[in-house]
């Protein structure tokens, strides 16, 4: 399907995604690594916020000076940055015990080299594919990226506890080395070579940042805004199920129900990216954000099942329900990306895509702590008081796992409520959008 687009594309396509899999998998396989020896989402969530700290360390630097770097050789530096800082993480743990802050020091770096890669190539797409098939380009980086997301927890388990954490880093920075050679042999086209303006505009000098003001532009606009809140909520919410749904799985119905769903999620999520190659990637963008807001709803219903334990307790139904989730994940994902390639003229997409970025980022973060906050320190100690009415317990379950299972219900709850008061701005995006100053 990828050889009708450009093979410059293509190649710098997929050695972004074999690295991107690479780190994913490496730091999934972390942070379970230090879950299972200290039983506390919160040593989970430690890798997770490192990384996003890292990424919201480096992209003000990127927003306001990617334009005028050469992004073949940003793409090439970033790698190698992947490359070594990894590598001579597997080479420490292999010498023996290596204190908890150079792992996370490490994990940064490998993070910030990947938040380079990722502005940098989003914003190229324009200048890679044709107009035409912005739709099929789009469909490939954002699906694929969030396959990578599925895939990652099942492969970083299965990897660690075969090959051990210092093979899965070693594989990391093999993947990093793959995508270097794939960015160095490509056929880049001169309209990809070129920065886009050799000096900053003078808004973003004034700045300090110049995310902030790209930030600021985007929420002021009547047309760019849907788009940015349901981009921000969306990352929080799959933040919430990346950290929450396994923690309680394994938690509650152990770690064969977990492989079993991870692997219904592999497949549910390649269903829905088949379905978006062959319904949606040539269709115009209202038809894009009418998937959106469609897949969104459904993925809110599903998610507040959650909070109720029969849906626990019926396999099937349960089952089902993680096929849905997962295989309308990559249709939202290409839908909100497809949307911000039209809305954001291409000359403004480094600029802006950073502060999309920067918000983005930091919704995960904060997605991370709170519900980590709020499954240890809220839900866990409420649910063993015993002065809950008996009815409620019954619905809600209180067994191992539970919290983690009714944060995610309120999860749906948080993400149902503030799409129905964008349901009609985020019906107004589209082609049209291009246009905005």
């Known amino acids: 399907m990828s050889q009708s687009l450009p093979r410059a594309f293509v190649w710098i396509w997929r050695g972004q995604l074999g690295s991107n899999l690479g780190t994913q998998v490496s730091l999934y396989a972390l942070g379970l690594w230090l879950y299972q020896r200290q039983d506390q989402l919160a040593t989970f969530a430690s890798v997770a916020i490192a990384v996003q700290v890292a990424k919201l360390l480096v992209v003000p630097l ?22 070594i800082t990894t590598l001579a993480l597997a080479l420490a743990l292999r010498q023996g015990a290596v204190p908890m802050a150079i792992v996370l020091a490490a994990i940064a770096g490998a993070a910030a080299a990947e938040a380079t890669v990722q502005l940098c190539f989003s914003s190229l797409i324009p200048r890679l594919v044709p107009a035409a098939q912005l739709g099929r380009a789009s469909g490939l980086f954002a699906s694929w990226e969030g396959a990578v997301v599925m895939v990652a927890p099942f492969l970083g388990a299965a990897l660690a506890s075969t090959g051990g954490l210092v093979g899965v880093l070693v594989l990391d920075g093999a993947s990093s080395l793959v995508a270097l050679a794939c960015t160095a042999l490509a056929a880049w086209p001169q309209a990809a070579l070129r920065p886009e303006r050799r000096h900053p505009r003078a808004g973003d000098q004034a700045s300090g940042l110049g995310v902030r003001s790209a930030i600021r532009e985007l929420g002021q606009s009547p047309t760019w805004r849907p788009l940015l809140l349901v981009n921000t909520l969306v990352s929080a919410v799959l933040a919430a199920v990346e950290l929450g749904f396994p923690a309680w799985v394994v938690t509650a119905m152990g770690p064969w129900r977990l492989t079993l769903a991870m692997a219904i999620g592999v497949g549910g999520y390649l269903l829905g990216t088949q379905l978006w190659w062959l319904n949606w990637a040539r ?8 998937v959106l807001r469609r897949c969104l709803l459904i993925q809110g219903v599903v998610l507040t099942g959650s909070g109720l334990v029969i849906f626990e307790q019926l396999t099937g139904i349960w089952f089902a329900a993680v096929g849905v989730f997962a295989g309308l994940v990559p249709v939202v994902l290409s839908a909100l990306q497809a949307l911000w390639q039209v809305a954001i003229p291409p000359a403004e997409q480094p600029r802006l895509f950073a502060g999309r970025y920067s918000l983005e980022w930091l919704a995960r973060l904060l997605a991370v702590l709170l519900l980590t906050l709020l499954v240890d320190r809220v839900l866990t100690p409420a649910v063993a008081w015993p002065g809950w009415p008996e009815g409620l317990i019954a619905a809600l379950g209180s067994g191992a796992g539970r919290p983690a299972a009714m944060a995610l219900g309120l999860v749906g709850w948080g993400l149902l409520l503030p799409l129905l008061v964008l349901w009609r701005p985020l019906g107004r995006l589209g082609l049209g959008a291009a246009s905005e100053a």
């Open 62 to 83: 990127l927003g306001r000076r990617l334009q005028c770097w050469p992004r073949r050789r940003v793409l090439l530096l970033a790698h190698s940055l992947a490359t």
């Open 283 to 290: 269709r115009e963008s209202p038809q894009w954000s009418t």
